[in-house]
């Protein structure tokens, strides 16, 4: 998947004239990537789109100019975006009450081991950003991975084979089924033409 680079971005007096139309696509593309795993969590598939925006709105809320500073910015960001053949996402455990939050993250110990994405008779047990990993709880944000396999893209074309995401912890079940709009959104992030490689080429 194509990291997002400096000449993707738009100068602040520009963006803020079009930042309406921006975000409404953003939140157009962010809707069919979400899913919703149960009562307690959501997971929001990310591409170069969705780290533009933001990157964008970073950059905005913390008026950054210095190229250096925009740089720094990219870097961080640019981790979310997926390797080649794979799928990132930003997983969030949503609980409002403050002190009911704080429970559940010390109950949810182990979920780096839990959460897994099955297309048809493979499962693909998502990797954990180590940022957000400590020993008594988990993080109320945390990023994952999906390696998926050579024939991933093709799985996840075809109808024939199921395609769901699956919380398995003592504390915690939850599956949910990728809808079509997701499957062939998700299928866009791995087609070759939107590779970092071509673009090296």
Do not use: C, W
């Amino acid at each position: 998947m194509r990291k997002v680079r400096l000449d993707d971005l738009i100068g602040l007096k520009e963006y803020e004239q079009i930042r309406p139309r921006f975000r409404e696509r953003i939140i157009a593309h962010k809707r069919a990537r979400r899913v919703h795993l149960g009562p307690e969590m959501t997971l929001v598939f990310e591409d170069h789109d969705t780290v533009l925006s933001q990157v964008q709105e970073m950059l905005r809320a913390e008026r950054i100019t210095l190229p250096s500073a925009v740089a720094e910015e990219l870097a961080v960001y640019n981790d979310l975006v997926p390797e080649d053949g794979g799928l990132s996402a930003t997983l969030m455990i949503e609980v409002v009450d403050p002190e009911e939050r704080e429970r559940r993250r010390r109950e949810l110990v182990g979920l780096d081991e839990a959460l897994s994405l099955e297309l048809g008779d493979v499962t693909i047990r998502a990797t954990f950003d180590a940022l957000g990993r400590f020993e008594d709880r988990v993080a109320a944000v945390r990023f994952v991975g999906f390696a998926l396999p050579p024939d991933g893209r093709e799985r996840l074309l075809d109808p024939a084979t199921t395609a769901s995401l699956r919380v398995h912890h003592p504390r915690y079940e939850a599956t949910a089924t990728l809808s079509d709009e997701a499957r062939r959104s998700l299928a866009v992030d791995l087609d070759p033409v939107n590779a970092e490689a071509s673009r090296k080429g």
